[in-house]
Nanobody, 116 residues
Framework: QVQLVESGGGLVQPGGSLRLSCAASGRVFGIAAMGWYRQAPGKQRELVATVTSGGSTNYADSVKGRFTISSDNAKSTVYLQMNSLEPEDTAVYYC??????????WGQGTQVTVSS
């Protein structure tokens, strides 16, 4: 099993920044990718950004140029730097880890609210 602990959510004004962190523990060997998804009220969970163990990144079109995902493989930690936040970014953000061959783990979620 893999345990995920997220931190860094909160309330921020439009145009502000937040940094999310997610630390994995337990069976962290064989991690293929780490990433972030989000779910706004009344909407389906959607991909925000992912990073593979090799460093390849993928972003949702809505966050490109504003969000940056990074990881520290030695610490089994993934980060999401969110800049120029918009009210539409308000959601619960979930950390996700995929282990070989196809095992998926989710964090408990952290609330991000963008409001003036």
């Amino acid at each position: 099993q893999v345990q995920l602990v997220e931190s860094g959510g909160g309330l921020v004004q439009p145009g502000g920044s937040l940094r999310l962190s997610c630390a994995a523990s337990g069976r962290v060997f064989g991690i293929a990718a780490m990433g972030w998804y989000r779910q706004a009220p009344g909407k389906q969970r959607e991909l925000v950004a992912t990073v593979t163990s090799g460093g390849s990144t993928n972003y949702a079109d809505s966050v490109k140029g504003r969000f940056t995902i990074s990881s520290d493989n030695a610490k089994s930690t993934v980060y999401l730097q969110m800049n120029s936040l918009e009210p539409e970014d308000t959601a619960v953000y979930y950390c996700h880890v995929r282990r070989y061959p196809a095992l998926n783990y989710w964090g408990q979620g952290t609330q991000v609210t963008v409001s003036s």
